[in-house]
């Protein structure tokens, strides 16, 4: 079977409709946006670190949740088994379904680093590891969506995904005195971190290739499982 864009643009267009028409999930993209905004107007001089607690705060709440949201609302109204049995492949229905929350997540990243004042020195870099780290949360939403029965569900399994990987920077500074916290290093968030305190401090891909690696690795392992979920919920 070809890969069908207007499958995925079918599936792309129910999802808009749907995440318009609720308005509580829908309102959720604004969270990150009111912190940028907050964030710029306090200060003019902002680190990079905290630029990106609000990029990775973007990822997961608009990235994770909002795609989760999306699954879930397809189970709770018994229209997500419709859609795997319909013609269209597992690929052209996870890609249609991300892409309302891909779209999403790079439009409130752009307009909240616009918010801080954030300018990357290597703005190449940057967007690649912010993409890909977007990919790999909308993974984790369309997992956690596929695992939950209901938007009401959605919203409380995501909730420690949102710590751990929007405010996940902040518990590293007890990894002295707590060791089990050093495994942080190695989530995408921390990642992102690390790539970005590279790029300002004049690294190019070379130097970041490793955070990348990791990322990337991140990606296949989610979407893996995510898979494999998905295929057992089509055949349940």
Not at 173 to 191: E, G, H, R, S
Not at 210 to 235: E, S
Request: charge should be positive; glycine fraction near 8%.
């Amino acid at each position: 079977m070809t890969f069908s864009m207007k499958r995925v643009n079918a599936i792309f267009q129910k999802d808009f409709k749907d995440i318009s028409r609720n308005s509580a999930v829908s309102v959720t993209v604004f969270m990150p946006l009111i912190i940028a905004f907050v964030m710029g107007k306090m200060n003019s001089n902002i680190a990079v670190e905290a630029h990106y607690t609000v990029i990775n705060i973007t990822l997961v709440v608009v990235g994770s949740f909002i795609q989760c949201c999306l699954i879930a609302e397809e189970k709770e109204k018994n229209t997500l088994r419709g859609l795997m049995l319909s013609p269209a492949s597992t690929l052209e229905i996870l890609s249609g379904k991300s892409l309302l929350s891909l779209i999403a997540m790079m439009i409130v990243v752009i307009i909240g680093a616009m918010m801080t004042g954030y300018k990357p020195e290597n703005l190449l870099i940057t967007a690649s590891s912010i993409l890909l780290s977007g990919l790999f949360y909308i993974g984790l939403g369309t997992l956690l969506g596929l695992l939950a029965n209901s938007v009401m569900e959605a919203s409380v399994i995501i909730m420690p995904f949102m710590l751990v990987f929007g405010f996940g920077s902040m518990a590293t500074i007890f990894a002295d005195k707590y060791p089990i916290l050093k495994a942080l290093d190695y989530t995408p968030n921390m990642q992102l971190m690390d790539i970005a305190a590279k790029v300002e401090s004049g690294i190019g891909l070379g130097g970041v290739w490793w955070n990348l690696g990791i990322i990337v690795l991140w990606i296949i392992a989610i979407f893996a499982l995510t898979v494999v979920v998905f295929r057992k919920k089509k055949m349940d």
